[in-house]
């Protein structure tokens, strides 16, 4: 990829900046009259911006088989001050201020800034790559593809696993547990009970399943032998 270099005089610079303002404005409740183009790009021509430096380059090759990622590192120090700062941050800031509007996304609106900023935020990105720049209204049409595809099966996804979840902390039977099957693009919603966990057979100790956990109250001086005692002591037939 190749950075792109900051020009407040680039429409697709431009058109980012003012989206992106008046999304935040609607989030805050700050009144959109006050965000014209040229404010914003008088802002924007007097910011500071840091000065991007990428990762460092390197031969890239497939990792062996069976070998392990390399988890990525986080400096604590770094840490901690980020997080002073928030604290530093709140403590000076009005608490009202801080509460947020949620924006309904909504792609048939073309004033309330959305696929604006997506058209903006998308060419930005094509950029870096040398992809080819995309229109306001070819956006729009793919948006409203993609859109109904991830985010509603996925808010219906998670809806449906958060009740099945509640029915758990409730210790409902059995009977009241559903699987679905969701299909939004027919539509399809069809639910089954599922089905009881297989028993095992135990050896000198009650049947058992998959679903079933037995616990041993253990210390830092406990053995393997001292936890065979305690299951032989609770759980032997």
């Known amino acids: 990829p190749t950075p792109v270099v900051f020009d407040p005089s680039d429409p697709t610079n431009q058109q980012y900046l003012v989206a992106t303002a008046r999304l935040y404005a609607r989030m805050f409740r700050v009144e959109l009259s006050a965000l014209s183009l040229a404010e914003i790009l008088k802002e924007a021509e007097t910011a500071t911006l840091p000065t991007f430096t990428g990762e460092k380059t390197g031969t890239y090759s497939e990792p062996e088989e069976g070998s392990k990622n390399t988890p990525a590192t986080v400096d604590p120090l770094r840490f901690?001050?980020?997080?002073?700062?928030?604290?530093?941050?709140?403590?000076?800031?009005?608490?009202?201020?801080?509460?947020?509007?949620?924006?309904?996304?909504?792609?048939?609106?073309?004033?309330?800034?959305?696929?604006?900023?997506?058209?903006?935020?998308?060419?930005?990105?094509?950029?870096?790559?040398?992809?080819?720049?995309?229109?306001?209204?070819?956006?729009?049409?793919?948006?409203?593809?993609?859109?109904?595809?991830?985010?509603?099966?996925?808010?219906?996804?998670?809806?449906?696993?958060?009740?099945?979840?509640?029915?758990?902390?409730q210790a409902a039977p059995r009977a009241l547990h559903k699987n679905l099957f969701l299909n939004l693009a027919l539509p399809l919603m069809q639910f089954s009970e599922?089905?009881?966990?297989?028993?095992?057979?135990?050896?000198?100790?009650?049947?058992?399943?998959?679903?079933?956990?037995?616990?041993?109250?253990a210390h830092p001086s406990s053995t393997l032998q001292t936890i065979f005692d305690a299951l032989q002591a609770q759980y032997s037939a």
Not at 83 to 101: G, M, N, P, Y
Not at 114 to 134: D, F, H, K, M, S
């Open 194 to 217: 599922p089905l009881p966990p297989k028993h095992v057979a135990g050896v000198g100790c009650p049947d058992f399943t998959e679903w079933d956990r037995w616990t041993v109250k």
């Open 80 to 169: 901690e001050a980020l997080v002073q700062e928030v604290h530093t941050i709140l403590s000076r800031t009005d608490k009202a201020s801080l509460h947020l509007f949620e924006n309904q996304f909504e792609k048939d609106v073309d004033d309330n800034d959305q696929i604006a900023y997506i058209t903006a935020a998308g060419n930005l990105r094509a950029r870096c790559y040398g992809i080819p720049e995309q229109d306001f209204f070819h956006t729009k049409v793919l948006a409203g593809k993609i859109i109904p595809a991830i985010v509603t099966t996925t808010a219906a996804v998670a809806g449906f696993a958060t009740i099945e979840f509640l029915k758990s902390l």
